[in-house]
């Protein structure tokens, strides 16, 4: 019996989703390397829906009722839990994972492969074929997530164009067709360019936009933020995760606000909610103001210095002074 993962849409709207998980064949050459790369269920994520929605289309592309492959990418702001949506369904599906991070320094040769002198034994030397990350990660199950998409130049763009179209393969200089198989999944992430500089992002060359689904990922709502906060810290008080939940909020609100003049340049981060402000919270839990120390701390000493005043409009809006510690039960 094969094992079956089922996937609840957590707005209670659809139907729930049963899939078989995918399994590496134990003849593979690589075998020991690419389980090693199935990644573990996080304890503490909360799936706010995005986990039904990706298993919404593994399961048409299983119908087999589209004829064309369908890649989706994930564009939202730093820190709004893209990669972990991504690692979390591989990990669901028990499918391999490759992050390959597109930056603007990352050349063709770096992703395909290129052609290395080698020592042949005998005093000499011999070249041979090296596969790059994208090929090695197509040489069996995997879900490849190549992250910060819009980061990579277009020769990089270009050389991965006809694996996304109906092609779905990659030619490589030996001759070689390295083709899409039926149990390679291929996922993408990036920040979006339009509202404010991630330094070396640009707008995505039209062309290769048109070859994947984008999906906003947006900034979690203030009962999504608490549910993550409950998760991971059950033992927090309450006055605490409501707090924080507020100010996470409202400091996103003013970063996606219109008005150029009162809003702040830098959101405040799943990181900076989910790791740093709690891990503040320990370091002050005795003082008299844990959650003013920490985010003194931990939040303030993280922004640009033009940031500050919005920053402290916002704490003074929502909690002028941090609630009674300690913090945890
Ligand atoms: N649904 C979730 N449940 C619990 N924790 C989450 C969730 N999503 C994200 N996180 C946590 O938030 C942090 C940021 O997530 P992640 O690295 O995926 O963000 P990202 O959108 O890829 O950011 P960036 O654009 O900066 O790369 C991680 O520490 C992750 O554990
Ligand atoms: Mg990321």
């Given at each position: 019996m094969p094992d079956i993962v089922r996937f609840e849409d957590p707005t209670g709207e659809g139907t729930p989703i049963e899939l078989e998980v995918f399994a590496v064949s134990?003849?593979?050459?690589?075998y020991e390397q690419r389980v090693r790369k199935i990644p573990e269920p996080d304890?503490?994520?909360?799936?706010?829906?995005m986990l039904y929605r990706l298993a919404l289309v593994e399961e048409v592309r299983r119908r087999d009722v589209i004829h064309a492959p369908i890649h989706v990418a994930l564009r939202g702001h730093?820190?709004?839990?893209k990669d972990h949506d991504l690692e979390q369904f591989a990990a669901s599906l028990r499918l391999p994972y490759y992050r390959i991070p597109l930056t603007g320094e990352v050349r063709d040769i770096t992703l395909i492969g290129s052609t290395k002198l080698h020592g042949d034994g005998k005093g000499g030397t011999e070249s041979r074929w090296e596969d790059g990350d994208i090929t090695r990660a197509l040489r069996g199950p995997a879900l490849i997530n190549m992250s910060?998409?819009?980061?990579?130049?277009a020769e990089t763009l270009f050389a991965l164009h006809a694996l996304l179209d109906r092609y779905g393969a990659l030619d490589l200089p030996t001759g070689e067709t390295v083709r899409l198989r039926p149990d390679t999944r291929v996922f993408g992430t990036m920040n979006p360019t339009d509202l404010r500089d991630y330094a070396g992002t640009q707008t995505l060359n039209k062309a290769f936009a048109d070859r994947w689904v984008i999906w906003e990922k947006r900034f979690p709502q203030i009962e999504q933020v608490e549910q993550m906060l409950r998760m991971r810290?059950?033992?927090?008080k309450d006055a605490f995760v409501t707090t924080i939940a507020r100010l996470t909020t409202e400091v996103n609100e003013s970063f996606t606000a219109?008005?150029?003049?009162?809003?702040?340049?830098?959101p405040m981060s799943l990181r900076s909610v989910l790791d740093r402000l709690p891990a503040g919270l320990w370091m002050?839990?005795?003082?008299?103001?844990p959650l003013r120390k920490s985010w003194e701390s931990l939040v303030l000493s993280h922004?640009?210095?033009?940031?500050f005043d919005h920053y402290e409009t916002v704490w003074n809006a929502v909690a002028r002074r941090g609630p009674e510690g300690p913090p945890f039960d």
């Amino acid at each position: 019996m094969p094992d079956i993962v089922r996937f609840e849409d957590p707005t209670g709207e659809g139907t729930p989703i049963e899939l078989e998980v995918f399994a590496v064949s134990k003849d593979a050459a690589d075998y020991e390397q690419r389980v090693r790369k199935i990644p573990e269920p996080d304890p503490y994520y909360v799936d706010l829906g995005m986990l039904y929605r990706l298993a919404l289309v593994e399961e048409v592309r299983r119908r087999d009722v589209i004829h064309a492959p369908i890649h989706v990418a994930l564009r939202g702001h730093m820190g709004t839990g893209k990669d972990h949506d991504l690692e979390q369904f591989a990990a669901s599906l028990r499918l391999p994972y490759y992050r390959i991070p597109l930056t603007g320094e990352v050349r063709d040769i770096t992703l395909i492969g290129s052609t290395k002198l080698h020592g042949d034994g005998k005093g000499g030397t011999e070249s041979r074929w090296e596969d790059g990350d994208i090929t090695r990660a197509l040489r069996g199950p995997a879900l490849i997530n190549m992250s910060e998409l819009n980061a990579a130049g277009a020769e990089t763009l270009f050389a991965l164009h006809a694996l996304l179209d109906r092609y779905g393969a990659l030619d490589l200089p030996t001759g070689e067709t390295v083709r899409l198989r039926p149990d390679t999944r291929v996922f993408g992430t990036m920040n979006p360019t339009d509202l404010r500089d991630y330094a070396g992002t640009q707008t995505l060359n039209k062309a290769f936009a048109d070859r994947w689904v984008i999906w906003e990922k947006r900034f979690p709502q203030i009962e999504q933020v608490e549910q993550m906060l409950r998760m991971r810290y059950p033992n927090m008080k309450d006055a605490f995760v409501t707090t924080i939940a507020r100010l996470t909020t409202e400091v996103n609100e003013s970063f996606t606000a219109s008005d150029a003049r009162t809003r702040v340049g830098t959101p405040m981060s799943l990181r900076s909610v989910l790791d740093r402000l709690p891990a503040g919270l320990w370091m002050y839990a005795h003082t008299k103001d844990p959650l003013r120390k920490s985010w003194e701390s931990l939040v303030l000493s993280h922004i640009d210095p033009f940031d500050f005043d919005h920053y402290e409009t916002v704490w003074n809006a929502v909690a002028r002074r941090g609630p009674e510690g300690p913090p945890f039960d």
